[in-house]
């Protein structure tokens, strides 16, 4: 149990909103949404100054101080019934309590919570300048009200983030002395000790199998801002056995600063990222996992959300969390049902928002199963009792034609409008779809052995690497502000770098604005520049008409599979 293990945490580790004046976080494009999240749009501006930001024009005048800043005393009329943690809580209810350290937190149990058992418990982390009532308003942790003592229907329970599991949303450890109540997650040391506090009083009052870190959004400065995406890739790096169950950073982003990277190669993760994201750009997240891959961590994921911006999706979330359960499970039976679970397909958020389901996350798994060559194997080996059984291998070579014949059914399409015969290198912007199918399907089919030998017959891989080095060059010269420069540098760099998702978000529409600016005589933009335009036109309905095409093939995908009973 983790109760357990957590005893000897300190001694082997070496430190190296439902209320409150929440704001809508702004968006671009689509999803078009059926609303607006109760999420505050993370600022450099919002940062906590007793951790070091100076004087801001935001933040009432006050001394800087080093002090912590509990939460405010005051809850909300809204706010669950206080309850401390203890055994005879109602299952699937949800209630509120402060810790040790002064730290509001909202708990909900599993609503088949029995007595003597352990769960996985799943943390929430909320945006800069929110509070813990973030994770409840997005996230539905638990039975609707007012009906809370009544069974929940199946209906409910899919709408539920996380049912089966003890989930916790608790304020960050960092505020403003004169703004408690805007609470954020700073990266530095003495938030990541009392965040371990934190945890460890968790792992005492609540029957924990392992603990998941799930943290929301980024921006501004990590070490004086503290969003929660941010901040749990930095713990994990600073008190990995902490993070054992693995860590989902939504949003976030690199660390941008050096003190703020001890990152570590053994807690898997997971980072979800819009490419439409206009608070953090899509680039940064590519960044992120090329900074844990430049030192050997295999465990670290990007989980691309095409045509999704910086909105929280709770859906994929608890995707990215079942994917994590089967990279560090020790039951191979648990194994599959995470993969089971990943290949269900799930319906839209409440932003009208679908995905297709996580092929390359579930073929990692199957791999680990099967103990087939894979970043997962061999990470934690299954023993004893808990090796695959000769059903549950048959099982996950069942589901690996499935999604070999799937991946095969996309590259089919694709070779329809790819030209024939062609390499990547000779790729070129046509306007044709293959060029938002291949991008998309090579990432979600990532693993799959016929996706990978089609990549490899096309030289995908290596263009894709090389595209992705000139997109960092257009990020680098590109500036909202410089039109001229950045009309020519965006013309120059995009038939070069156009298999790159990491791309300004906001480069089309200044492109157009730029162009028509250009003919109206408002802007002297460069005569070759203007006739090269043409290519920023054909990469935009490559992109988007690929993708059309690549949901049209994956909305077909259907698995009725039953999950094998884990023991």
Known sequence: MLRVALALLIATTTLPVLGGAAEAQPTFGRPKGKGKPAAPSPSPDDAPRELGNGDSPSMPDAESSTEFVPSPDAWAGSDPAQKKPARDVEPGKTYTWRSADGLRFAYTIPIDYKSGEGYDIVVVCHPNASDFRWGMVNHAPGK??????????????????????????????????????????????????????????????????????????????????????????????????????????????????????????????????????????????????????????????????????????????????????????DKAAECLASVEALLTPKSVDEYDYAAPVWYAGARELLARILNEPGPLTGAMPFEGDAVPTDEVKTRARALISLIDAEATKHIGVIRETLPKGTKATDLYLDGGPWLGHLIAARDDFRGVK?????????????????????????????????????????????????????????????????????????????????EGYENITNWDDGYRKGLDAYEKVWRGWRFEGKSLTVP
């Open 450 to 530: 016929p996706m990978d030998d089609f990549a490899k017959e096309l030289g995908l891989d290596e263009a894709i690497a090389s595209h992705a080095l000139i997109a960092e060059t257009l990020q680098e010269a590109w500036s909202p502000t410089d039109e001229v420069s950045s009309f020519a540098a965006a013309i120059e760099h995009i038939p070069h770098c156009f298999l790159s998702e990491g791309l300004p978000v906001d480069l089309l529409a200044r492109m157009k604005g730029w162009k028509r600016k250009a003919l109206g005589a408002e802007l002297a933009l460069d005569p070759e520049s203007l």
């Open 144 to 329: 609707p009200e007012p009906d809370a003592k009544a069974a929940p229907s199946a209906s409910d329970i899919s709408r539920m983030f996380r049912p089966h599991a003890i989930v916790v949303s608790v304020d960050g450890p960092g505020a403003h002395p004169k703004m408690p109540d805007r609470r954020s997650f700073p990266c530095t040391q003495a938030a990541a000790v009392r965040f371990r506090d934190f945890l460890l009083e968790l792992s005492r009052t609540m029957p924990g199998n392992r603990i998941c870190l799930y943290g929301y959004g980024g921006g501004g400065d990590p070490e004086t801002g503290g969003a929660g995406g941010t901040f749990v890739a930095y713990f994990s790096g600073v008190f990995p056995n902490l993070a054992d169950g693995g860590v989902v950073a939504y949003g976030g982003g690199e660390l941008t600063s050096e003190a703020a990277k001890p990152i570590q190669t053994y807690v898997p993760a997971v980072y979800i990222h819009g490419v439409k994201n206009t608070i953090v750009p899509f680039s940064s997240a590519l960044r992120a996992i090329e900074a844990h891959r430049s030192i050997g961590n295999r465990l670290v994921r990007l989980r691309a959300l095409r045509a999704f911006n910086d909105y929280p999706n709770p859906v994929r979330v608890s995707e990215s969390i079942d994917y994590l359960i089967g990279a560090r499970t």
